[in-house]
């Protein structure tokens, strides 16, 4: 079982930045694929980005790709996403998932970080 605890989130204005952090408690953290979605309010889920277990195969939404970066660190059982030039349209609730590598369903599921950006 895998627990995930995204923060970082909070209200900025467009343009801004935000780096949110998402906390794993698992010992095999490196086993696991991890991706960053987004919900926004009225809308269905959709994907942001993923990082493979080792940190390669990097794969971004089309309309995230040059604005926003997913890292991971897997000393600390976390993965990243650093968010630059935000734009209102990007107000959402983020959340980060975790599959075993092999499998290709997200499994594991944060609670969300509340992201709101202003014009």
């Known amino acids: 079982q895998m627990r995930l605890v995204e923060s970082g989130g909070g209200l900025v204005q467009a343009g801004g930045s935000l780096r949110l952090s998402c906390a794993a408690s698992v010992v095999t953290f490196s086993s696991y694929a991890m991706g960053w979605f987004r919900q926004a309010p009225g809308k269905e889920r959709e994907f942001v980005a993923r990082i493979g277990p080792s940190g390669g195969d990097i794969d971004y939404a089309d309309s995230v790709k040059g604005r926003f970066t997913i890292s991971r660190d897997n000393a600390k059982n976390t993965v990243y996403l650093q968010m630059n030039s935000l734009k209102p349209e990007d107000t959402a609730d983020y959340y980060c998932?975790?599959?075993?590598?092999?499998?290709?369903?997200?499994?594991?599921w944060g609670q969300g970080t509340q992201v709101t950006v202003s014009s």
């Open positions: 998932a975790a599959r075993l590598f092999w499998v290709t369903e997200y499994k594991y």
